[in-house]
């Protein structure tokens, strides 16, 4: 398991804290896949899902911030710009064989998926948690 579902995680608000699980779930089973060796086939389209499913989510996330008039609405959908903008990276740097291991894609997703969290998500857990 790369990412383990912790309390944190949650901001307070039942339909977006499933979907972060959801999408734990999807990285986890992505990382399984890599350990196993699949093919490069069925890791793109592992990385397709898990954009297409954050894309969705975040649309969910703004929504739920805009209709609630947050504070800090730009800075986060910003940061939810540069966020799909990773993805579309690790995705392209997959295909085109600029990961140099499966270990390394796993350590990105981790660290992308993990560090939104720490700071924008936290602090929607602060006003909703």
């Not at 977006?16 to 890791?43: F, P, R, V, W, Y």
């Not at 894309?55 to 739920?64: Q, T």
């Not at 969290?117 to 602060?126: C, E, G, Q």
Request: proline share 1%; glycine share 4%.
């Amino acid at each position: 398991m790369l990412i383990q579902w912790k309390k944190e995680f949650s901001i307070g608000v039942p339909s977006i804290d499933q979907e972060h699980e959801e999408l734990i779930e999807l990285i986890n089973e992505l990382h399984a896949e890599l350990e196993s060796g699949k093919s490069d086939a069925t890791i793109a389209d592992f990385l397709g899902e898990i954009y297409a499913q954050i894309s969705a989510h975040f649309a969910l996330e703004e929504m739920i911030m805009r209709e609630n008039r947050y504070d800090q609405y730009d800075e986060h959908k910003k940061d939810h710009e540069r966020l799909l903008d990773d993805i579309r990276d690790m995705m392209d740097d997959y295909e085109d064989k600029r990961i140099v291991s499966d270990r390394d894609l796993s350590s990105r997703l981790d660290s992308w998926f993990s560090g939104h969290f720490k700071t924008h998500d936290a602090r929607l857990h602060m006003r909703f948690g």
